[in-house]
């Protein structure tokens, strides 16, 4: 008993490849209306499967908001022939949410080589891009808390006879000890010429 397989078409398969994909994928034609996508691509537009999309443009998406940039985007395309490749930019989704897409988009072209349309593909990135903003912020925080550190800020109530300062808590405290607890400074001591001479008087004309 013989066992006939079954029949599998070539656009069986490619639409199964498509819908399986993470990205999304689709295609217009020159007036910009949407010939085809797969399946992941329908649900980001808010239609049940990809046969809900074809014929209709981006003013009929969930995203009609950029419609325009995308269109002139896919204008772009098509009129230089050259890729337009890593495009960041915004789409509405159906709960209204806006999130950020990385997109790249060609020429799609007939067997004569003419450019009939535009293939794009994107991918939603907006939770990598939240994550490099919040490094960013930290970073941020981060290079404000060095930047603090180093400098001391406000007046300080400083004692005009010993010259000690006056800290947050009341105490008094050598200036070299409060600027160290304060900044990133540091000290070292010498005795400067008018000291020195009250110290030890003019020793060298005494010689």
């Not at 490619?14 to 819908?19: K, M, Q, T």
């Not at 060095?146 to 007046?155: D, Q, T």
């Not at 105490?171 to 600027?179: G, I, L, M, R, S």
């Amino acid at each position: 008993m013989s066992h006939r397989r079954p029949s599998v078409t070539l656009h069986t398969v490619v639409e199964g490849i498509l819908d399986a994909m993470p990205a999304r994928v689709f295609w217009k034609d020159r007036d910009l209306v949407y010939l085809g996508c797969n399946a992941s691509f329908a649900v980001d537009a808010g239609f049940d499967s990809p046969e809900d999309v074809v014929g209709k443009d981006d003013f009929a998406m969930v995203w009609s908001d950029q419609a325009e940039p995308y269109r002139q985007d896919d204008r772009e395309v098509m009129e230089s022939g050259r890729a337009k490749l890593l495009i960041e930019e915004p789409q509405t989704t159906p709960d209204g949410r806006t999130i950020t897409l990385l997109t790249s988009k060609v020429p799609l072209r007939d067997d004569d080589g003419e450019i009939v349309g535009i293939l794009g593909t994107y991918m939603d990135i907006t939770a990598r891009k939240q994550m490099e903003e919040d490094l960013q912020r930290e970073q941020s925080l981060r290079a404000e808390a060095v930047e603090e550190a180093h400098h001391l800020r406000g007046i300080l109530p400083i004692c005009a006879l010993c010259k000690k300062v006056r800290d947050d808590q009341g105490y008094w405290k050598q200036v070299e000890k409060y600027v160290s607890e304060h900044s990133q400074a540091t000290f070292s001591h010498a005795i400067c010429p008018a000291c020195s001479t009250t110290l030890y008087g003019h020793l060298e004309d005494d010689e």
